[in-house]
């Protein structure tokens, strides 16, 4: 029996053609609300609401007084808020943490057979046969590339074992609700029911490739969103025609195989944002660095949905997985502690192909909200979801995933989850360990410390607390740190030399890599068996705009959420080091770097001026599709189309346009070195509130009212590529910007 699927469209989906380019941004048209009829009593009540806020925090910029006020007249008049209380976890760090293993790579002779099976040549592409692959592993003088099959698919998720008490928002007992929407009594303790997901071979987070240099992977991605095997409400979230893109989240990757939506509107697909049910594409990942530079290697990677419009409800409803890869070139970072920089890892050869590495743990947090059946489900893109009735509350979806498009400043959820289990518990050897963190999140950004409690986690209702300050659920209110981090990657791959952190900040799509150990406390005493740690959350963040109190922006001791419990075992063999010494050396800047300054790109990125948060522009412009930005005019009075050469360098500046939000930025196909931050130069000394900036990136950390240049090059490939910011509600709705490598 052949594996392919064919090309027949389901007719209950519908063809998806765009007959008119105006067509594909149409559906923005409807979010465009005037602010027509703000009294100057509202501008008052708004003004009093949030630039004191600002001004406390040290991060009301120029213009950020108008951008506060904007922001909350957009909540008080064009639009009211009001997302579930989810139901209480009672027994939080029970379930353990699940460890992804490695996918196993599909048998030569499995995809040999195949109809279509992945080659070099015209039309081997994708299942619509009118794309190639840019560069063919070949042509590298890198062996034919490793065959993997990720199936898109509906699948139930649960997010927890323990019993539930229903809540309301002043922390009370709540009615619950069955399947069939009938009501169930104040303060009845149950079950969660399945979530519904989206998600890679039906699991999340999806499935873990672990990749090395120089062994290209392939991964055929067929999309069977139709299918609905076990029966599950879709609910009102995810790509309502089922399509999908995959992107391969920063890998150095030809754009038809980055999975990106400027690409998909020009090439490929070309009548969709995305791949439709039935369809297949062979995402090909070189794995190899940019213009072959040892110096340019990555250590974490992450896949992804990123269907136009789409990507913040699919990510939510699942699609992410994971993308570890390693460097062999002299057992550097082979995941063997016994070679190279000996970092944490004891690598095992799998039977089926692939490997994985002991005490080499990838972390991924995602923050859901569970419907408490009582909140109506109402927003701007209701339209998009006839079957669900909206607005109207859904009481038969008690207990399972909530996600609310709209309004767009971001989606932050009350309930934290590491590898798709909330509040969950690893069993750790007394030894040092290697872990790989992701924020896997639609908006929310963590700050993580490891603390000690001696009385435990007591839950946030039983202290008293109401309404945001619910959120994460859980705290330990004598939470003292007890261990530090040493920092060994970001999302550029490895640090020129590690960094000892107190706490570090994770942003969405970021990642750090950090070495833990667990044989001894801060003070230098021992640990024991049964001691537990607390991966701990220190920053609040109530709504998607930023956050309310961090380390670095008006603290609260009092706020301290554990996520994960680290609960120390028996000692075991270590053979890993910490390095002292330089782990991966940058690529240099050149010396003249500072005389391209007149002539770099420009991008600004801002609210738009319908009021309120409704749309989000780049240079004053919406996402478009079909054509390359243009950058604003630059100090040499240039106001260039963003296309670079292939094989040139250039600086680009990028500005949050507003003092009352921050942005994750993230370009796609290279890394880049941040040189200048609001004016300063931050090559030699990073910035105290972003010291990542001393490595390469792939995502830009924007406070409010913040300039930040780059450096960045555009090696090996042409094509259309896009830049976005991640918060994804913010990409979702326009701040997004295509732009092409030429020849």
Avoid at 95 to 112: G, N, S
Avoid at 162 to 173: A, M, T
Avoid at 447 to 474: C, H, I, N, Y
Avoid at 540 to 551: A, F, L
Wanted: one cysteine or more.
């Amino acid at each position: 029996m052949s594996d392919q699927t064919d090309n027949d469209r389901p007719d209950a989906l519908g063809p998806l053609e765009v007959d008119n380019p105006s067509d594909l941004v149409a559906r923005r048209a409807v979010l465009r609300l005037g602010a027509l009829g703000v009294t100057g009593a509202a501008v008052l009540t708004a003004r009093n609401l949030w630039v004191p806020s600002l001004a406390q925090r040290g991060l009301l910029s120029p213009d950020g007084a108008f951008a506060a006020v904007s922001t909350a007249i957009g909540d008080l008049v064009l639009y009211t808020e009001d997302f579930p209380i989810s139901p209480l976890i009672l027994s939080p760090f029970i379930d353990p943490l699940p460890v992804p293993k490695a996918l196993a790579p599909t048998p030569t002779t499995d995809y040999a057979s195949w109809d279509y099976p992945p080659g070099p040549g015209y039309g081997q592409q994708n299942s619509l046969r009118n794309e190639r692959h840019q560069i063919w592993p070949s042509q590298l003088g890198y062996p034919d590339p490793i065959v993997y099959k990720i199936e898109l698919m509906v699948a139930p998720h649960h997010f927890t074992s323990s019993q539930v008490l229903p809540i309301k928002k002043d922390g009370s007992p709540a009615v619950s609700y069955d399947a069939n929407g009938a009501a169930m009594p104040e303060g009845t303790i149950r079950m969660l029911p399945a979530s519904t997901m989206y998600a890679f071979n039906g699991v999340f987070p999806g499935p873990m490739i672990n990749a090395e240099y120089g062994k290209p992977v392939i991964v055929r991605f067929i999309n069977r969103l139709h299918e609905n095997p076990y029966g599950l409400d879709r609910q009102d979230f995810g790509a309502p025609d089922c399509s999908f893109l995959t992107h391969l989240h920063n890998g150095h990757t030809a754009p038809e195989s980055d999975g990106n939506p400027h690409y998909a509107y020009t090439a490929g697909p070309r009548s969709t944002s995305g791949y439709e049910p039935t369809l297949w594409v062979d995402n090909l990942y070189l794995n190899w660095p940019a213009g072959g530079d040892e110096r340019e290697k990555q250590s974490f990677f992450w896949f992804h949905d990123h269907r136009m419009n789409h990507t913040g409800s699919n990510v939510y409803k699942g699609l992410v997985g994971l993308y570890p890869i390693y460097d062999p070139k002299n057992g550097k970072d082979v995941g063997d502690e016994r070679r190279g920089l000996r970092l944490p890892g004891v690598r095992r050869t799998n039977v089926d192909g692939s490997f994985d590495v002991d005490y080499d743990i990838p972390l991924a947090f995602s923050d859901v909200s569970l419907d408490d059946g009582t909140t109506t489900h109402h927003d701007a893109h209701d339209s998009e979801f006839p079957e669900a009735g909206n607005p109207r509350t859904h009481p038969e979806w008690w207990g399972k995933t909530f996600y609310r498009h709209f309004p767009n400043h971001g989606f932050v959820g009350d309930v934290f989850t590491v590898n798709g289990t909330a509040y969950p518990v690893l069993d750790v050897k007394r030894r040092k360990y290697r872990f790989r963190f992701l924020d896997a999140s639609v908006s929310r950004i963590y700050e993580f410390k490891l603390m000690s409690s001696t009385q435990g986690p007591r839950s946030a209702v039983s202290l008293g607390l109401e309404g945001d300050e619910l959120q994460g659920q859980w705290r330990i209110p004598d939470g003292q740190q007890c261990m530090r981090f040493t920092q060994i990657a970001t999302d550029g791959g490895l640090l020129p030399t590690p960094i000892v952190r107190d706490s570090f900040e994770l942003w969405p799509a970021k990642r750090r890599e950090v070495i833990v150990d667990f044989t001894k406390f801060l003070d230098g005493s021992p640990t024991t068996q049964g001691d537990i740690v607390y991966l701990t959350n220190v920053m609040k963040m109530s709504t998607g705009r930023m956050w309310d109190n961090s380390t670095r922006s008006l603290p609260d001791p009092a706020y301290q959420v554990p996520v994960l419990a680290f609960r120390i075992g028996n000692v075991a063999p270590d053979d890993s080091r910490i390095p002292t010494t330089q782990m991966r050396a940058l690529p240099p800047l050149p010396k003249n770097w500072k005389t391209l300054m007149s002539d770099r790109m420009v991008f600004e990125v801002k609210r738009g001026q319908a009021g309120g948060e409704i749309e989000w522009l780049i240079n004053g412009e919406e996402f478009d599709p079909l054509n390359d930005i243009r950058s604003l005019r630059n100090p040499a009075g240039r106001s260039p189309l963003a296309q670079p050469r292939k094989g040139t360098f250039g600086l680009w500046e990028l500005r949050n346009g507003g003092g009352g939000w921050v942005h994750p930025f993230h370009l796609h196909m290279e890394e880049h070195r941040t040189v200048m931050r609001d004016g300063r130069d931050v090559t030699l000394t990073p910035d105290a509130a972003h010291p990542d900036d001393a490595s390469r990136e792939d995502l830009v950390a924007m406070d409010p009212g913040e300039s930040v240049i780059v450096y960045r090059g555009f090696r090996d490939f042409t094509g259309p590529y896009v830049a976005h910011c991640h918060n994804l509600a913010h990409e979702d709705h326009a701040m997004m910007f295509g732009w092409s490598i030429q020849p």
